[in-house]
């Protein structure tokens, strides 16, 4: 999929979602609901959220990955607060609040006074989510790293926090360790991400903690139950020591760094990011478009949304190298309703077909006939959909000179 499939796909799925939007009985009540998914689309906000038990290492994870010790650590579960990593330019950190209170803006040296148990016990400063942002090479790819509470924590809500913010992944990272590899929340963790269509990375922290055998029982034993579970789709399971990982990073050696799985495990996430991501963030999307049009009320509009985002969603999949087509494409059609048809059929086909020859007449009309010019203009030129189209098959002159009435009467 090259850049321009893919900024077609992602307007596409926004006209869907602003029809979503208006079709409702309650408008301004929806906006709310879409806004956020226009932001994230508009962002290509791709959330990858890291999971597992508390004090598993998942916070020295991230700092590993990103080569710094500026996210905080503790051996004790930290409070229930979503914390999301992104690219910035300059070190920053944004608190948002639950109760509508304006963002607070803070230092990164602050942030243990707000995310840990002990600066912020039981959350009672009420933040909803920290957004920090640094200046690390890696996360100029596009992830968005978000770090959650751990699962089973003795803090019963951060397993409800982390639990809650599980549907707004769009891909999990998966961290246990060699002390207790597979707890029952992880287990549980797992069952459910079987049965999803997000990709999933596991990792087994701690490497540094045990002896040469036990380094190649865990990973084996990992292995074994998550092919029980997740069959031939099984992820695969990376050693590592975040630790050392980090501490290498930072006095810049080499053979330690290898040594620790962290290159490894980035190899695989920057593959992934590079193959992979553009296709998985629209089709998560599309998901995430759907359960929003099957929660309209029950129509042949909202059908119709429905049905149209969940072809959109098969196209998508069908444009993934052919190694990931037939995985995805069984993916889609779990995710859609029973009456969405999701091949083209023999009416697709001949609808396709007819409105590939009328664009095709009309952007040369258009360019030649001045009246065609004026009566574009007078209907206000084409609906976003259509007009994306258009510019997909006509020349660059062509748009110059078939558009010039309808951006002249827009200007004015």
Not at 24 to 33: A, G
Not at 118 to 140: M, Y
Not at 279 to 290: A, G, I, K, Q, Y
Request: glycine content about 6%; hydrophobic content about 40%; proline content about 5%.
């Amino acid at each position: 999929m090259d850049l321009r499939e893919y900024e077609q796909h992602k307007f596409a799925i926004a006209e869907v979602l602003r029809q979503t939007s208006l079709a409702s009985s309650d408008p301004s009540k929806w906006r709310e609901r879409t806004s956020g998914l226009f932001a994230r689309l508009a962002d290509d906000r791709f959330n990858l959220v890291v999971v597992g038990r508390f004090s598993r290492g998942k916070t020295s994870l991230m700092n590993a990955l990103l080569g710094t010790d500026r996210l905080p650590t503790g051996i004790v579960p930290l409070t229930s607060v979503i914390t999301t990593v992104a690219y910035g330019s300059t070190e920053s950190a944004i608190l948002r609040f639950e109760r509508g209170f304006m963002d607070q803006e803070i230092s990164l040296d602050a942030l243990p006074q707000y995310l840990t148990q002990r600066g912020n016990p039981g959350n009672v400063k009420g933040i909803k989510e920290a957004e920090v942002q640094l200046p690390a090479e890696f996360l100029r790819r596009g992830f968005h790293f978000v770090d959650t509470p751990g699962l089973g924590s003795a803090v019963e809500e951060n397993t409800r926090t982390t639990e809650s913010f599980l549907p707004e992944a769009d891909a999990f990272l998966l961290v246990t360790s060699y002390e207790s590899p597979l707890s029952d929340e992880e287990m549980r963790f797992f069952r459910t991400a079987a049965s999803s269509p997000r990709r999933t990375f596991v990792v087994l922290n701690k490497q540094d903690t045990v002896r040469e055998q036990e380094r190649a029982d865990a990973p084996g034993y990992v292995r074994q139950e998550l092919g029980t579970m997740f069959g031939q789709k099984a992820p695969k399971v990376f050693s590592i020591s975040a630790r050392d990982g980090l501490e290498a990073r930072q006095s810049h050696d080499s053979r330690r760094l290898a040594a620790s799985g962290i290159p490894a495990l980035e190899q695989e996430l920057v593959s992934f990011l590079l193959t992979q991501k553009q296709s998985e963030f629209l089709l998560r999307m599309c998901d995430r478009v759907v359960e929003l049009a099957c929660a309209l009320p029950p129509s042949d509009g909202a059908a119709s949304l429905v049905q149209e985002i969940a072809a959109l969603s098969s196209r998508i999949a069908g444009e993934t190298p052919a190694a990931l087509r037939s995985g995805l494409e069984e993916e889609t059609a779990a995710r859609a309703p029973s009456f969405v048809q999701l091949r083209p059929c023999e009416v697709c086909a001949s609808i396709s077909s007819a409105l590939w020859e009328f664009e095709r007449r009309f952007q040369y009309e258009i360019v030649v006939s001045r009246e065609a010019r004026r009566d574009l203009a007078e209907r206000g030129g084409l609906c976003s959909f259509h007009t994306w189209q258009y510019e997909s098959i006509a020349s660059p002159q062509g748009i110059c000179e078939g558009y010039s009435a309808v951006l002249e009467d827009w200007a004015a």
